[in-house]
């Protein structure tokens, strides 16, 4: 197998993936001939070869430029941590001074992580790297491989499935869902929702496609029940703040409930039916594993937030 490997490799001239880098940015074979300081036969040339040993055509000329082909997207990237390490390598470790840095750094994270992860972040940084500043981007988990590949974001926390081979991904803590209401308006639900006491009150709904229903109805159908919602909103914090002034429930993860619990005085409680266990993780961009700067974040907010803990002492019921 070694040799297969050795042989295969002897084939390919690994300058033509710094061709292949630089088209992908380009879209171009005049530009990517002047930022290689090549003339435009030797990168035609390149493509050629490159097209021979991946079996593909890679790039497809139209009006607009050199439209990459499926293939040569993922190679590229693939190959870019690959040129990053190498030229990190050439360069020699650069260095990160918290203390005396004054990096932005770019996080992609729902509104609920954001309420429920960034003030601790913050403290952290406020006593210990003063000149750091982060900016927050409103990135949902489908969103999220998409912007860290575009550099719009450098590092992201969610629910992701099982990132790509370009991305890494760090488990940082669980959480279930569970229900607040305001004990003001509700009296005697416990610190699990009987099911008769879910019923018997409208429902305040998170929706990110504007509808009326959600996983919730789904359980309480597979039991027999239905609940009453009268209110939909893409925003958790809507609801939350809602029921300060009428008796409701709304549905909310664990680690952001405990947020407006603690705010606003109301009470978390377990759902009175099984809800699955989810994770939240960190992603981010395989390339990036030796940006010194991002290794001290990604260290301090993988200490902070596994920290965080259910918003009740109250095991969740899992399937």
């Known amino acids: 197998m ?15 993936l710094l061709v292949l880098h630089v088209l992908l940015d380009e879209r171009n074979v005049t530009r990517t001939a002047e930022r290689l300081y090549l003339g435009q036969p030797a990168i035609s040339g390149a493509l050629a070869r490159l097209r021979a040993a991946f079996s593909d055509p890679l790039f497809v000329r139209t009006p607009k430029g050199m439209q990459p082909t499926p293939r040569a ?26 203390a005396a840095s004054e990096r932005v750094f770019h996080l992609g994270m729902s509104d609920a992580l954001e309420a429920a992860l960034m003030p601790a972040l913050l403290r952290h940084v406020r006593d210990h790297a003063p000149g750091v500043r982060i900016v927050a981007h409103q990135a949902d988990s489908d969103r999220v491989p998409a912007l860290l590949d575009s550099g719009e974001i450098e590092l992201a926390a969610g629910v ?18 569970v229900c607040l209401y305001d004990p003001a308006h509700i009296e005697a639900a416990g610190d699990r929702v009987p099911l008769e006491t879910y019923l018997a009150y409208p429902h305040l709904l998170t ?40 008796a409701a429930f709304t549905t909310l993860p664990s680690f952001y409930a405990r947020v407006w619990g603690e ?57």
């Open 2 to 16: 070694k040799d297969i490997i050795e042989n295969d490799l002897r084939r390919m001239d690994l300058n033509l």
């Open 73 to 98: 997207e993922a190679l590229g990237r693939q190959i870019e941590p690959f040129l990053r390490l190498l030229h990190a390598e050439l360069r020699g470790a650069p260095s990160f001074d918290p």
């Open 160 to 177: 992701f499935e099982a990132p790509m081979s370009w991305h890494r991904q760090q488990h940082l803590f669980d959480w279930h869902f």
């Open 207 to 246: 929706s990110f496609n504007a509808e009326l229903a959600g996983f919730v109805d789904e359980r309480l159908e597979a039991l027999g029940h239905k609940r009453r919602v009268v209110f939909s909103s893409r925003n958790f914090s809507t609801s939350a703040v809602m029921l300060k002034s009428m």
């Open 263 to 319: 705010a606003l005085g109301l009470m978390v409680a377990e759902l009175p039916f099984e809800v699955p266990v989810s994770s939240v993780s960190m992603m981010w961009n395989a390339a990036d594993d030796l940006d010194p700067g991002l290794s001290w974040l990604r260290s301090v907010a993988a200490d902070l937030w596994e920290k965080m803990v259910p918003a009740t002492g109250i095991e969740p019921v899992t399937p």
